[in-house]
């Protein structure tokens, strides 16, 4: 597996097919013959994921172009993402410079006192202060969340949070000092964590707008909402379909403030109190359009002037159009690993796949690598575990990143043999030891008999009154319907399995998937992309047997939660010690199979050449690399050198 993501991506970049002007009606081709106006004030982005108006957090729902319009509105985190180094910092544009003091207690709680600029402004003109921040904890942790039919977010790593979750007014782990200072509390249980700033994830909500007439006090005891705070009244504020925060935020804290959303498309302009990102960037485009775009007709669309940026392609058929469309040399595209992966998710309560070796049976009657071929051609890869191609652990236990090991500056045999060692650590680690499902029936049978199933009459097999007749859920228009009527149908029957297809739309599936509605399907076919705290020991919880399950399958396992409990538990900054518990989590995971992992692929971004300076990746979506980009015409650029590897992917 060594160098193979490297290679497919450096393929990616070096061929694709010869361009040929032609002019085309509607389809995945696109009219070329003449090259289109864009305009130098506004960029429309075309998404093939459609908004569902989940613009003020994800307790609600969640889909990545919501998340997009999410960071483009709210900003001032105050932590960011330091790439090059791999961790969390203190975001140097809200955190003061020397404004962190940590304290530890006797207990060996951890406590961090933050002193806050006092320069940061919401859209209206109206400071932000440490009350802000307060309140969005506050507000995302209350059991109120919950009356209004969203999920409070779980933060149990802060001092005091189960008791706030219940019903305690007073946050005791969260502190505000004054405008300017706060103080978080981390629990001793949740220390060493791999990600511990990013513990400190918070950005600012107005409370002005969400709970007029309420504020945040401390009385030295810990932060608390005084006023109105009601059920009725966020109800309004938040989910009133014209006015609600949650589809049309009116005050917000990022590069840009939303202008119109009409249930599809959605406009943005500057923020002019917007004074910069972490790295004190603020946008150069003046207005934004999003606007949802189909497969079959996106590329015409581009070549027309219709949209100016085309985000996250990845049907094979489309790239093969787009690299047409590049080759005209007036639109230009950029490529980059997906975070995440398409997989099949068990709902292990039900009696049919509640047995791991049901779902390792069922694991096996999938053609995995045709399904990964039909739909994205040589843009993505079969995954084997809970991982994506953009991840760094994956990278670095795969060989195409480079190993963190400093080559030694004294030629000596000690410091050579020390080299020589840390490189050895490295080169064992291995994606091989996770179980790998392959195609086979007759391996299926022999795991279904073994856990006693037989066949009924009709062929189908039964145990203890239950019958392997299955239900799987998909996104309706999607083409992963037709592809599993030939990679994955054919194959339960011969196992003794019936499978029925179910077109649903993508916020039923969510919504059996995050347990919001009655789970009607025994699996779902769902894709994801990981945050950049990866920590899935935070999806495990108590069921009700007082067994530890994963909340999105029910699978039951002890051993899979106490691995993702030391990948948790890794010293900040030990890369090595990280990797090896993520491969051990990896490996559990694969045996268990809360879910089948499908593949992991490569996103494409198409745009004219005067869109300069845009340059997203794995962790930076469109909405935060349009920070760094401008309009403006065409400069000639020095031809890049071809590399034999694709390193320029990782750097």
């Not at 997989?343 to 694991?363: D, G, L, M, W, Y």
């Not at 399907?521 to 769902?526: E, F, K, P, Q, R």
Request: glycine letters at 8%; hydrophobic letters at 40%.
């Amino acid at each position: 597996m060594k160098r193979i993501l490297s290679m497919l991506l450096t393929v990616m970049v070096l061929l694709g097919p010869a361009f040929s002007a032609r002019a085309e009606e509607d389809g995945a081709g696109a009219e070329t013959s003449t090259f289109p106006e864009f305009s130098y004030e506004e960029l429309t982005v075309g998404n093939p994921t459609r908004v569902e108006g989940f613009f003020f957090t994800d307790l609600w729902g969640n889909n990545t172009s919501d998340l997009d319009v999410r960071e483009l509105l709210h900003g001032y985190n105050l932590v960011s993402w330091d790439e090059e180094n791999g961790m969390y910092v203190m975001n140097p544009t809200v955190v003061a410079d020397g404004g962190v003091v940590v304290l530890d207690s006797e207990e060996g709680d951890r406590t961090y006192l933050l002193t806050l600029y006092s320069d940061l402004k919401y859209s209206d003109g109206t400071p932000i202060t440490a009350r802000d921040y307060a309140f969005s904890l506050l507000l995302q942790m209350s059991p109120v969340i919950a009356e209004l039919g969203g999920a409070p977010l779980r933060m149990d790593y802060l001092d005091g949070a189960a008791e706030y979750a219940e019903g305690e007014p007073v946050f005791r782990g969260v502190r505000v000092m004054s405008d300017t200072q706060m103080m978080l509390t981390v629990r001793k249980e949740y220390l060493p964590f791999f990600y511990e700033l990013g513990l400190l994830d918070c950005q600012p909500y107005p409370i002005h707008v969400i709970a007029p007439g309420c504020e945040v006090k401390d009385e030295g005891n810990g932060a608390y909402i005084s006023g109105p705070f009601t059920a009725e009244l966020l109800r309004k504020t938040i989910l009133d379909p014209e006015t609600g925060y949650m589809s049309h935020p009116s005050v917000v804290s990022g590069p840009y403030t939303l202008t119109s959303f009409d249930g599809t498309v959605c406009t943005f302009e500057k923020n002019p109190f917007f004074k910069g990102n972490a790295d004190g960037v603020t946008p150069m485009i003046q207005r934004l359009r999003l606007v949802p775009v189909e497969n079959d007709t996106m590329m015409s669309q581009l070549a027309r002037g219709e949209v100016g940026l085309l985000n996250k392609v990845t049907r094979a058929d489309v790239i093969a159009s787009g690299a047409e469309l590049a080759a005209s040399g007036y639109f230009r595209y950029a490529n980059y690993p997906r975070m995440g992966l398409t997989f099949i998710s068990f709902n292990c309560e039900k009696p049919t796949v509640s047995s791991a070796a049901v779902r390792q049976a069922i694991a096996s009657c999938i053609d995995r690598d045709q399904l990964t071929a039909e739909y994205t051609g040589n843009y993505g890869l079969r995954v084997d575990g809970y991982y994506g191609l953009g991840q760094w652990m994956y990278q670095l236990v795969n060989g195409t990143m480079m190993y963190p090991v400093q080559e030694p500056e004294e030629n000596t045999a000690e410091a050579q043999a020390k080299y020589e060692s840390e490189l050895a650590a490295w080169q064992e680690l291995s994606l091989d030891i996770i179980p790998k499902y392959t195609l086979s029936t007759e391996e299926a049978i022999r795991l279904l008999e073994a856990d006693g199933w037989k066949p009924g009459a009709d062929g189908i097999r039964e145990k203890d009154g239950v019958r392997l007749e299955l239900t799987l859920g998909y996104p309706a228009g999607n083409t992963a319907g037709e592809m599993m009527e030939t990679t994955f149908v054919p194959y339960l029957q011969e196992a003794g399995i019936g499978l029925r297809l179910t077109p649903l739309e993508i916020n039923d599936l969510l919504d059996q998937f995050y347990h919001r509605t009655e789970r009607t399907a025994d699996m779902l076919y769902l894709g994801t992309n990981f945050d950049l705290m990866f920590d899935p020991a935070a999806h495990f919880s108590a069921g009700q047997k007082g067994s530890i399950t994963w909340d999105f399958s029910e699978a039951e396992d002890e051993t899979l939660y106490q691995l993702a409990l030391e990948m948790r538990r890794t010293e900040p900054g030990d890369l090595l010690g990280y990797c090896r518990k993520w491969l051990a989590f990896q490996q559990r995971f694969a045996e268990v199979v809360p879910m089948i992992p499908l593949y992991s692929n490569v996103y494409f971004d198409y745009f004219p050449r005067i869109l300069q300076n845009y340059s997203p990746s794995g962790s930076a979506s469109w909405s935060d690399a349009v920070l760094n980009a401008y309009l403006s015409d065409a400069q000639e650029e020095p031809e890049e050198e071809n590399l034999e590897e694709g390193e320029e992917i990782f750097e």
